[in-house]
């Protein structure tokens, strides 16, 4: 049931609005509503109800284990969302003035220094928003660069067919053409493809490593080198920094810039879909470009530096300083763990990753880099269970639903057929892990014994499979009154 | 360790298993060269000690009598509406490819587009944007993806000064060329006369504010007319907590706007130093496969029983990659949360005296602030929420000594519009009450004496 369909005519909260209907006579008529907005007429207590069941519906890390790969689906720490929500720091209003906010803002100039020293990067700049617009500002600064120096013939940026999304959306977005370069068979990018493609008009390369394959390219030093030797720059996607925390920082691999996803490897939540935030680091050369505003720490004060002192900073991508509240979770989780804490975040991701692929190894399950150490993820491939039985990795996926674990990421990348990223977080125990590869055996023998019964999966769900066609084809947006 | 549940025994038994001797080992694959030395020195706190330093850092920061708007507002926030969203399986829940597990999230964003539809006087919404400027800057990439001839997009100056820079960072790479049309010095709006060096050229869209930056009403009914008649999209920036009371942007001229898009903080997101707020986008049917970010349909599952699912994906990075409308992945799911919570417990009435009292106190405080020698509004343009008024002193000076007094006066429009000389910004939403107005005015007054 919908929250209209709970609606009366004439029901209100009056506790939760003004007593009386305040006078607006000195807005002219021809602005004001004709007829008001559709929004439910309901109680209280039947918000309140309604919105806890919907929350009951949904799969979270709260309840269920996520081995979602490139996700990095981890615990998020109670701590981090109540004293990001002290009232002081809610009410602070993004325009009071800098000596209203030290504290504040000392956190957010403590939180840049450690992704510094974390990334190895000579700036960082917190405004992103999310990994896309991370990204966005990444590789808006690659092409300032070129543009200071006159470059103007740069207009490729090279990115392996392995890659997020988001890395040629992107790339477009900055005025790019994308030129794609194959995988070799082992999983690390072809180097003589990288060879043949880079030239005057490399802007940049695009990369995540470990890469979304779950390995880590072992050729890095020298793709720095052929890309930097052609001019180009190089971008390091962080959404899989989880992986090395601690143990590799990316600017030792010769990153020239790179964003953080704070909503993976710093434990801040995903809440359904956001918000995230992806501070931004740079290397020496791309200071001067850095998005505003950027805190510094002089005479014991700290302070806004905006575009009046980093002029050729590529500009602002949100109205104010970014999503300062997912900042402020990132910080107490960084304080909550230490230096110590941040190592072994990539040795018990990658610990947990290497004993599910070993598991799930030995249970059957072919694993597409076999040959390969896994970082913090893995893939397993089911192309030769589909050819058996006809059962595919979505419905594998479906059928884990139903043995109340949220599904890995599936038919990503797209270069491993019937594919499944594993990304075990190194917040789960090895009794999760254990009781999870049960139920991958047990899925195993169904898909053998019962495939029809594994391809209609979900069975247990508050919905079974949904029509994705449908809602497609005859798109219902939006409720209307008369349905 | 924090939030690492393994024993010695688990390590041991996990390693057997794997064939490594060590945890060390697993890293065998990085080239040594490439291994990083240590990390500075950061003691671990437990949460006891965090609690007291980040108790000690809130109240440095302390609490104020605000009096500033300027796009982000201070509205009463019911209890129920973080209780909710705060909800492990709200919070820690992601993004709903998997349907069939996000049921929850998934119904919760179509009530929400549909409230926004509706707000807007749009026929779709999507499921939110990353900030009220982040999104104009994608309406106006959709406006030009659409267009398909032009590439020029005209933009008040009584837009948000933030909002432009955000649209020129976002959108100069793509060759977009963001021409600027000034303001009425008297009425502080646009006029349409102002657009009239640009009748009859190939233009993509015209924004359009409401209220303005100014908190002046614009003349919408005639600039979104002006926009059709020159085959360019009218885009609606708009305040949603003014929707309550104002024209939608689908009713603006004879037609009604193209896109609304807008920040969507004032529904029940707090303030918290600039973010996480959230985006709003909602347009014309015939422009939805142009809109970028996530959507949610209504169908059916196996046995007909009704679901939501993520729909029309085949506009989006995941799948169309370096063809997508945007490179959006992750939005602000959690803060539509709260605004779908928020706007459920509001109502329609509920939402619009908010939105009255906050009209009629800032009303208000400008009348009482007008008894200030050489106080003065400056436009005479009718005003929703917001004012700007002119001082008979350096506006800094002023604001300086009002915050020792533990009132934020309102915000310096001399970076911005230096040429409105000693003026402030000011807003006084339905949580000031009649002494707090008093208290800002006896105070404003005995500075100026």
Same mark, same amino acid.
């Given at each position: 049931?919908?929250?209209?369909?709970?609606?009366?005519?004439?029901?209100?909260?009056?506790?939760?609005?003004?007593?009386?209907?305040?006078?607006?006579?000195?807005?002219?008529?021809?602005?004001?509503?004709?007829?008001?907005?559709?929004?439910?007429?309901?109680?209280?207590?039947?918000?309140?109800?309604?919105?806890?069941?919907?929350?009951?519906?949904?799969?979270? !890390?709260?309840?269920?284990?996520?081995?979602?790969?490139?996700?990095?689906?981890?615990?998020?720490?109670?701590?981090?969302?109540?004293?990001?929500?002290?009232?002081?720091?809610?009410?602070?209003?993004?325009?009071?003035? $800098?000596?209203?906010?030290?504290?504040?803002?000392?956190?957010?100039? $403590?939180?840049?220094?450690?992704?510094?020293?974390?990334?190895?990067?000579?700036?960082?700049?917190?405004?992103?928003?999310?990994?896309?617009? /991370?990204?966005?500002?990444?590789?808006?600064?690659?092409?300032?660069?070129?543009?200071?120096?006159?470059?103007?013939?740069?207009?490729?940026? !090279?990115?392996?067919?392995?890659?997020?999304?988001?890395?040629?959306?992107?790339?477009?977005?900055?005025?790019?053409?994308?030129?794609?370069?194959?995988?070799?068979?082992?999983?690390?990018?072809?180097? *003589?493809?990288?060879?043949?493609?880079?030239?005057?008009?490399?802007?940049?390369?695009?990369?995540?490593?470990?890469?979304?394959?779950?390995?880590?390219?072992?050729?890095?030093?020298?793709?720095?080198? !052929?890309?930097?030797?052609? =001019?180009?720059?190089?971008?390091?996607?962080?959404?899989?920094?989880?992986?090395?925390?601690?143990?590799?920082?990316?600017?030792?691999?010769?990153?020239?810039?790179?964003?953080?996803?704070?909503?993976?490897?710093?434990?801040?939540?995903?809440?359904?879909?956001?918000?995230?935030?992806?501070?931004?680091?740079?290397?020496?050369?791309?200071?001067?470009?850095?998005?505003?505003?950027?805190?510094?720490?002089?005479?014991?004060?700290?302070?806004?530096?905006?575009?009046?002192?980093?002029?050729?900073?590529?500009?602002?991508?949100?109205?104010?300083?970014?999503?300062?509240?997912?900042?402020?979770?990132?910080?107490?989780?960084?304080?909550?763990?230490?230096?110590?804490?941040?190592?072994?975040?990539?040795?018990? *991701?990658?610990?947990?990753?290497?004993?599910?692929?070993?598991?799930?190894?030995?249970? /059957?399950?072919?694993?597409?880099?076999?040959?390969?150490?896994?970082?913090? $993820?893995?893939?397993?491939?089911?192309?030769?269970?589909?050819?058996?039985? /006809?059962?595919?990795?979505?419905?594998?996926?479906?059928?884990?639903?139903?043995? =109340?674990?949220?599904?890995?990421?599936?038919?990503?990348?797209?270069?491993?057929?019937?594919?499944?990223? !594993?990304?075990?977080?190194?917040?789960?125990?090895?009794?999760?892990?254990?009781?999870?590869?049960?139920?991958?055996? $047990?899925?195993?023998?169904?898909?053998?014994?019962?495939?029809?019964?594994?391809?209609?999966?979900?069975?247990?769900?508050?919905?079974?499979?949904?029509?994705?066609?449908?809602?497609?084809?005859?798109?219902?947006?939006?409720?209307?009154?008369?349905? | 360790?924090?939030?690492?549940?393994?024993?010695?025994?688990?390590?041991?038994?996990?390693?057997?298993?794997?064939?490594?001797?060590?945890?060390?080992?697993?890293?065998?694959?990085?080239?040594?060269?490439? %291994? +990083?030395?240590?990390?500075?020195?950061?003691?671990?706190?437990?949460?006891?000690?965090?609690?007291?330093?980040? @108790?000690?850092?809130?109240?440095?920061?302390?609490?104020?009598?605000?009096?500033?708007?300027?796009?982000?507002?201070?509205?009463?926030?019911?209890?129920?509406?973080? @209780?909710?969203?705060?909800?492990?399986?709200?919070?820690?829940?992601? &993004?709903?490819? #998997?349907?069939?597990?996000?049921?929850?999230?998934?119904?919760?964003?179509?009530?929400?587009?549909?409230?926004?539809?509706?707000?807007?006087?749009?026929?779709?919404?999507?499921?939110?944007?990353?900030?009220?400027?982040?999104?104009?800057?994608?309406?106006?990439?959709?406006?030009?993806?659409?267009? %398909?001839?032009?590439?020029?997009?005209?933009?008040?100056?009584?837009?948000?000064?933030?909002?432009?820079?955000?649209?020129?960072?976002?959108? %100069?790479?793509?060759?977009?060329?963001?021409?600027?049309?000034?303001?009425?010095?008297?009425?502080?709006?646009?006029?349409?006369? +102002?657009?009239?060096?640009?009748?009859?050229?190939?233009?993509?869209?015209?924004?359009?504010?409401?209220?303005?930056?100014?908190?002046?009403?614009?003349?919408?009914?005639?600039?979104?007319?002006?926009?059709?008649?020159?085959?360019?999209?009218?885009?609606?920036?708009?305040?949603?907590?003014?929707?309550?009371?104002?024209?939608?942007?689908?009713?603006?001229?004879?037609?009604?706007?193209?896109?609304?898009?807008?920040?969507?903080?004032?529904?029940?997101?707090?303030?918290?130093?600039?973010?996480?707020?959230?985006?709003?986008?909602?347009?014309? #049917?015939?422009?939805?496969? #142009?809109?970028?970010?996530?959507?949610?349909?209504? &169908?059916?599952?196996?046995?007909?029983?009704?679901?939501?699912?993520?729909?029309?994906?085949?506009?989006? #990075?995941?799948?169309?990659?370096?063809?997508?409308?945007?490179?959006?992945?992750?939005? @602000?799911?959690?803060?539509? &949360?709260?605004?779908?919570?928020?706007?459920?417990?509001?109502?329609?009435?509920?939402?619009?005296?908010?939105?009255?009292?906050?009209?009629?106190?800032?009303?208000?405080?400008?009348?009482?602030?007008?008894?200030?020698?050489?106080?003065?509004?400056?436009?005479?343009?009718?005003?929703?929420?917001?004012?700007?008024?002119?001082?008979?002193?350096?506006?800094?000076?002023?604001?300086?000594?009002?915050?020792?007094?533990?009132?934020?006066?309102?915000?310096?429009?001399?970076?911005?519009?230096?040429?409105?000389?000693?003026?402030?910004?000011?807003?006084?939403?339905?949580?000031?009450?009649?002494?707090?107005?008093?208290?800002?005015?006896?105070?404003?007054?005995?500075?100026?004496?």
């Amino acid at each position: 049931m919908l929250i209209f369909e709970h609606s009366r005519p004439g029901r209100r909260n009056y506790s939760q609005s003004p007593t009386t209907a305040a006078e607006t006579s000195n807005i002219p008529q021809n602005l004001l509503r004709k007829t008001p907005p559709l929004l439910p007429e309901v109680s209280e207590m039947d918000t309140v109800r309604h919105y806890t069941r919907l929350s009951q519906l949904n799969f979270s !890390i709260d309840t269920q284990f996520y081995p979602l790969g490139s996700c990095t689906m981890k615990y998020n720490p109670r701590a981090c969302n109540s004293l990001a929500m002290l009232p002081q720091f809610l009410a602070r209003h993004p325009l009071a003035p $800098e000596d209203t906010g030290q504290g504040f803002l000392a956190c957010m100039y $403590e939180l840049q220094e450690i992704l510094k020293d974390v990334t190895g990067m000579a700036g960082v700049s917190l405004t992103p928003m999310a990994g896309a617009q /991370g990204e966005l500002v990444g590789v808006a600064m690659i092409r300032a660069y070129h543009e200071a120096r006159g470059d103007y013939a740069r207009t490729e940026i !090279i990115v392996p067919d392995a890659a997020h999304g988001t890395n040629p959306a992107t790339a477009v977005m900055c005025g790019y053409t994308v030129v794609e370069i194959p995988t070799g068979k082992e999983g690390d990018v072809d180097m *003589a493809a990288l060879k043949a493609a880079v030239g005057p008009k490399t802007a940049g390369l695009m990369l995540t490593n470990p890469s979304t394959l779950g390995i880590f390219e072992k050729n890095i030093a020298e793709m720095s080198r !052929i890309v930097h030797e052609a =001019g180009g720059l190089l971008y390091y996607d962080g959404a899989n920094l989880n992986a090395i925390l601690g143990k590799v920082k990316p600017g030792d691999m010769g990153f020239d810039v790179i964003h953080i996803n704070l909503h993976k490897t710093f434990s801040t939540p995903h809440g359904g879909g956001g918000p995230g935030s992806a501070p931004v680091g740079v290397a020496e050369r791309l200071l001067p470009f850095m998005p505003v505003p950027i805190v510094a720490f002089e005479q014991g004060t700290y302070r806004w530096l905006t575009e009046k002192e980093i002029p050729q900073s590529i500009g602002r991508l949100s109205a104010h300083m970014g999503n300062a509240g997912v900042l402020l979770r990132a910080y107490i989780y960084i304080r909550l763990l230490g230096a110590e804490g941040m190592y072994r975040v990539a040795e018990f *991701a990658t610990l947990n990753a290497n004993y599910l692929m070993a598991e799930l190894s030995k249970a /059957g399950f072919e694993i597409a880099y076999p040959t390969r150490r896994a970082s913090h $993820e893995f893939i397993v491939t089911l192309k030769d269970l589909k050819e058996k039985t /006809g059962v595919t990795a979505m419905n594998v996926a479906k059928r884990l639903l139903d043995k =109340g674990y949220h599904a890995p990421t599936t038919y990503f990348p797209m270069l491993v057929p019937e594919c499944l990223l !594993i990304e075990p977080a190194e917040t789960e125990s090895k009794q999760t892990l254990d009781a999870f590869i049960s139920s991958m055996k $047990e899925i195993l023998a169904e898909a053998h014994a019962q495939p029809e019964m594994v391809k209609g999966a979900p069975h247990t769900t508050p919905v079974r499979k949904l029509d994705d066609v449908k809602a497609a084809r005859e798109p219902d947006l939006t409720w209307k009154q008369s349905s | 360790m924090p939030f690492i549940p393994h024993t010695e025994e688990d390590i041991s038994t996990m390693l057997a298993s794997i064939g490594a001797n060590t945890i060390e080992d697993l890293f065998d694959e990085i080239p040594p060269a490439l %291994k +990083s030395g240590s990390l500075k020195a950061l003691p671990g706190l437990s949460e006891m000690e965090i609690s007291r330093l980040m @108790q000690e850092r809130a109240e440095v920061d302390g609490r104020y009598l605000n009096f500033i708007g300027a796009g982000a507002y201070e509205h009463h926030i019911p209890a129920a509406v973080w @209780q909710i969203t705060t909800r492990g399986e709200f919070y820690s829940s992601y &993004t709903p490819y #998997q349907a069939e597990a996000s049921q929850g999230t998934l119904q919760l964003l179509y009530e929400y587009q549909t409230m926004m539809a509706s707000l807007t006087g749009m026929d779709v919404s999507n499921a939110s944007m990353y900030d009220g400027a982040s999104a104009l800057a994608e309406a106006a990439l959709m406006a030009v993806r659409s267009h %398909k001839s032009s590439r020029r997009i005209l933009m008040p100056t009584t837009v948000h000064p933030i909002y432009r820079r955000v649209v020129r960072a976002i959108v %100069k790479n793509q060759g977009i060329e963001v021409v600027e049309i000034p303001y009425c010095a008297e009425c502080g709006h646009t006029l349409a006369e +102002s657009l009239a060096p640009y009748a009859g050229q190939d233009i993509a869209a015209l924004v359009i504010p409401q209220p303005n930056f100014f908190g002046v009403l614009e003349p919408v009914d005639a600039l979104t007319d002006w926009a059709h008649d020159n085959n360019a999209l009218a885009i609606g920036v708009v305040n949603p907590m003014a929707l309550a009371l104002l024209t939608p942007p689908g009713e603006w001229g004879s037609t009604g706007a193209d896109v609304a898009v807008g920040e969507g903080q004032p529904l029940g997101i707090p303030l918290s130093s600039g973010g996480p707020y959230f985006g709003f986008m909602a347009c014309k #049917q015939s422009l939805v496969r #142009q809109m970028p970010g996530r959507i949610i349909g209504r &169908t059916t599952d196996l046995d007909g029983k009704t679901g939501f699912v993520l729909t029309l994906q085949a506009r989006e #990075q995941h799948i169309r990659r370096s063809k997508a409308t945007s490179n959006i992945c992750t939005n @602000q799911g959690l803060m539509v &949360t709260a605004a779908t919570i928020y706007m459920s417990l509001l109502g329609p009435e509920g939402l619009r005296r908010v939105a009255a009292q906050s009209h009629a106190n800032t009303v208000a405080l400008v009348e009482q602030l007008e008894t200030l020698k050489g106080v003065k509004r400056i436009f005479s343009g009718p005003l929703f929420h917001e004012a700007a008024v002119t001082l008979p002193a350096p506006a800094g000076a002023v604001l300086q000594t009002l915050k020792a007094q533990g009132i934020l006066a309102g915000l310096d429009l001399g970076e911005h519009y230096p040429e409105l000389g000693n003026a402030l910004l000011v807003c006084a939403t339905e949580t000031k009450i009649a002494d707090d107005l008093k208290k800002y005015v006896e105070h404003l007054g005995r500075v100026l004496a």
